[in-house]
């Protein structure tokens, strides 16, 4: 079987796009962005937080860390391409799927001190 040459073909950043989300304070998550082309080779980026008191940058991720609303600049690695977009920071909200507990008995009205 004769040999047949591999060709590397590297294919250059001509966009980025980036979507803006909410989130719980106390999450970590990376960004939504968008390259174009999609398939590009190299889609290294940095992120730069307005307000590192609410959103913190983690390498290549985000921490919320206080409620409020902060924009968030992602920048391409060659630097040539930047999308801003807002993080919003809400309440964390916690759902509930069950509840279990000793016999407890207890009539409308009644008080409850814990010792």
């Not at 001509?14 to 998550?29: C, V």
């Not at 889609?43 to 008191?53: A, I, P, Y």
């Not at 983690?58 to 409020?68: I, Y």
């Amino acid at each position: 079987m004769p040999w047949i040459p591999s060709v590397e073909v590297r294919l250059a950043v001509t966009g980025l796009k980036a979507k803006g989300s909410h989130r719980g304070s106390g999450d970590t998550f990376a960004p939504v962005l968008e390259w174009t082309p999609s398939d590009a080779t190299i889609q290294g980026f940095s992120l730069e937080s307005k307000d590192t008191n609410n959103v913190a940058v983690r390498k290549d991720s985000l921490e919320a860390k206080a409620l409020g609303a902060v924009q968030v600049v992602a920048t391409s690695k060659d630097g040539k391409f930047t999308a801003a977009f807002q993080v919003d920071v809400k309440q964390k909200v916690f759902h509930v799927k069950g509840l279990k507990s000793a016999n407890l008995r207890a009539l409308v009205g009644d008080t409850w001190i814990r010792n």
